[in-house]
């Protein structure tokens, strides 16, 4: 059987995803087609390397060497074009976690942070959390794509003097892969004003024909010295439990901030099985990622399709990357807690509320793709036959 077809039971394995679905959408029934990881097995390499790191049997202390950021160099040179120093690595063990440490470290109490909503919930709880301000740039949606209002992106920095931009791309969840132009406007922007960027790249790797992701540190060495990017292997190979990520800081000063916040949270080692993990996936990934992002986007094209051919009131937005679709419920004409209940209680499909994104994404819900096609038709079957009982 394809590697990507197979349904492997995840029920009973302490999986957020389907052992949470029951309590959150309160029916055993619900599909969960929610929370950011994927219903695939990792890469069989990956798989082995772990078996053979378990049968050593002992765990104790591990340090992420030389031979593991190697194969973090490597990989951001062969995917993403980009050179880096293997000193600018740091680890963490996950992204959240870093953009927790990254606030704490270089922007002050009070202090304002940027982002553009819609966007991943935790982008406003690391910066409230820490008693920072949001600033929002609201993206907006022109035909089927979200777009940046670079005057409104400035005037937002000006106003509110703004001292960090916490920058998705891939984003999460509208689906755009930020392009060079609207990277290098972003940029130069960031640039005048002194904003420090925080670039959260974790969907890097999964990117959909005729888009290209450009880490936004990549653009030149101006660039990289005002960046911090996130990064990580456990989107892109399905590792998220492994919890082990890592930052790229080319600026010396800052990193030598945010290292040392780390280290005061007692933060300074990874766990032993996401640094086996890293090394594999990074080592022997590449030619079952390729093969994932063609899943992925015959995915994306089939449940597009399935809803454009067969209701009229739901839109779903051509993702140019990440395996998570955004679709545009808002003709059904719900309110956002109908909407919820709609999906929940008829189509019995556990889906993200699109408002937890930000009002932005009110009449919206969030679609993961990452599944075996089965579970997708399934799904999309549900989803459909509610909304066209409705429609009728
Ligand atoms: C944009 C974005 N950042 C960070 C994360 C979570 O990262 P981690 O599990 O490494 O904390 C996710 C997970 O969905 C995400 O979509």
Redesign the pocket.
Known sequence: MERFEKVVPRKGTRSVKWDMAKDLYQDKDVLPMW???MDFETPRAVTEALKERVEHGIFGYTIPDDLVKKEITQWLENRHRWEIHADWISY????????HMIIQSLTEIGDHILIQTP??P??YSVIKDHGRHVVKNPLYLNEERYNIDFDDFEKKIKENQVTMFIL?N????VGRVWSKEELERMMDICLKHDVKVVA?E??ADLIYKGNVHIPIASLSKEAANQTIT?L?P??TFNL?GL?A?YLVIPNDSDKKKVDHHFKNQGMMMLNTLGVTAMEAAYRHGEEWLDHLNTVLESHRDYVIHRFHSETSSIRVLPAEG?Y?LWMDCRELGMTQSELKSFMQKEAKVGLNDGASFGVEGEGFMRLNIAAPKSIIEEGVSRMVKAVQDKEK
């Not at 891939?170 to 969840?173: F, I, M, S, V």
């Open positions: 929370v950011a990881d963490s063990p996950g992204v959240i976690p870093s953009l966007v991943y935790p982008f998705c891939p984003h999460n969840p959260d974790i969907h996130c990580s456990t989107k998220a919890q990520s990440t998570l």
